[in-house]
């Protein structure tokens, strides 16, 4: 038997003393109730020295505990972060909105400092990755990426410039657009690149012919991400393609990120056979995966035949 941490004795003795928490242990998604205890440790956090604006706490593989840490402060940030994840661990529910009275996504929207902090972290996060994205996936297939969700348009400017002969917009929302807007100015892509204030779960812009999602249906329960991904299926031609770059289960995702996902969003992290089901639901197939950046895999999925011509 493995040597208990200290975090795992206090999760163990708060799931025994609360009711909530016997009931838990039953009700708890499979996958929760068999992630690795042992490793609970990590899920509360660790200050990088190179992370872009001070307040920001990091987790391995370098996910961010971005409104805790400003909200709580340094020194109260691992009591916040263990009083969320007992949360979760005892409720099978998302910690941050039990905590702070809303969810993570409401925060970010309510509090413009939380938004900016989050941008920047997911800006940090992709800036060895982006390249890696860029170079080590065939996009020259493609004359126009939408990047679903892309944020400050990281991702699509490393694809550009890796691709001169390749177009590509950023959807998200509109503080963040803004800044997509500035950064494919600066690094002189705005007449190939350009940007679209709009939610993903409202209908896609169509005319693109590949759709990316990175690192967003790891954010969101199966429901939400079937809507995100239903939605890019009826924005893509017959022909069109869906590329998904997440952190998988067991290649890049571990315990600490699964219970992170769950505490703060609800969502979690999935496994390549999870992820082609969720698609097959919303009516693609997947046509290969692979890993196309450090701790991150690739999956290529198209319009399933039955779908072709099927309104939604």
């Known amino acids: ?4 941490t200290t975090t795992d004795v206090r999760i163990r003795r708060a799931m025994a003393n609360s009711t909530k928490g016997e009931v838990a242990r039953t009700t708890l ?5 068999e992630l690795d205890l042992d490793a609970l440790d990590d899920v509360l956090g ?13 987790l391995p593989h370098e996910s961010g505990l971005v409104g805790i840490a400003l909200r709580a402060g340094e020194r109260a940030v691992r009591t916040a972060a263990m009083c969320a994840l007992c949360r979760t661990i005892t409720t099978g529910t998302p910690g941050y909105g039990q905590r702070y009275g809303r969810d ?22 992709f800036r060895v990755q982006a390249t890696e994205i860029a170079e080590r996936f065939d996009w020259s297939r ?4 939408l990047d679903v969700g892309g944020g400050d348009g990281t991702v699509l400017a490393a694809i550009l410039r890796a691709h001169p002969d390749l177009r590509g917009r950023v959807l998200d929302l509109s503080p963040t657009t803004t800044a ?5 100015a600066a690094a002189g892509l705005d007449d190939r690149a ?13 005319g693109a012919d590949a759709y990316l999602l990175s690192d967003i249906l790891h954010d969101w329960d199966d429901d939400h991400a079937r809507k995100i991904l239903t939605g890019c299926r009826r924005a893509a031609a017959s022909d069109g393609t869906v590329v998904v770059i997440e952190p998988v289960r067991g290649q890049g995702a571990d315990t600490a990120m699964d219970l992170f996902m769950l505490m703060c969003f609800g969502g979690r992290e999935r496994t390549v056979d999870e992820l082609a089901k969720l698609a097959a639901d919303c009516g693609l197939m997947l046509h290969g995966s692979g890993p196309v950046a450090d701790g991150r895999t690739v999956l290529e999925f198209g319009v399933a035949p039955h779908m072709v011509d099927e309104p939604g």
């Open 1 to 4: 038997m493995s040597k208990m």
């Open 29 to 33: 998604p499979a996958w929760v109730r």
């Open 46 to 58: 660790w200050r990088d020295p190179k992370a872009p604006e001070r307040g920001v706490l990091l």
């Open 142 to 145: 493609f004359s126009e990426i």
């Open 194 to 206: 350009g940007a679209v204030s709009g939610s993903f779960f409202n209908p896609l812009p169509v």
């Open 180 to 184: 997509a807007t500035d950064r494919f």
């Open 104 to 125: 993570f996504w409401a925060d970010l929207d309510a509090r413009p400092e939380l938004r900016r902090s989050f941008d920047a972290q997911m800006n940090w996060r």
